[in-house]
Nanobody, 127 residues
């Protein structure tokens, strides 16, 4: 599967952005999906993840209540709605896919857990 992330940009603190990740070349609903981010000079971290059927989600503590992950399997697209953005949210954001059999499981863990990656989209939050 090929993944194409978009929607990044420059926003002031307190603002909102919605990231999208378009999938092609595979059966999107066969993959658990995640959003990772990598701030400058830091390691890539899992921000949010969603099960194949969209029923299960996971958020890292620092974005809980501000970010919402969702997916539209009919449109082969993953989303990340980011509200109340903070300067510390500045990073390159990547979408990733994990081929998994169970439609209910949310794939968490490290980047090595995921099989396919998009190219990344830069989010910059100014103070």
């Amino acid at each position: 599967v090929q993944l194409q992330a978009s929607g990044g940009g420059l926003v002031q603190a307190g603002g909102s952005l919605r990231l999208s990740c378009a999938a092609s070349g595979g059966t999107f609903s066969s993959y658990g999906m995640g959003w990772f981010r990598q701030p400058p000079g830091k390691e890539r971290e899992l921000v949010a993840a969603i099960s194949r059927n969209g029923a299960g989600t996971y958020y890292v503590d620092s974005v809980e209540g501000r970010f919402t992950i969702s997916r539209d399997n009919a449109k082969n697209t993953l989303y990340l709605q980011m509200n109340s953005l903070k300067p510390e949210d500045t990073a390159v954001y990547y979408c990733a896919a994990d081929r998994i059999n169970n439609i209910w499981v949310v794939t968490t863990g490290t980047a090595e857990t995921y099989d396919y990656w998009g190219q990344g989209t830069l989010v910059t939050v100014s103070s």
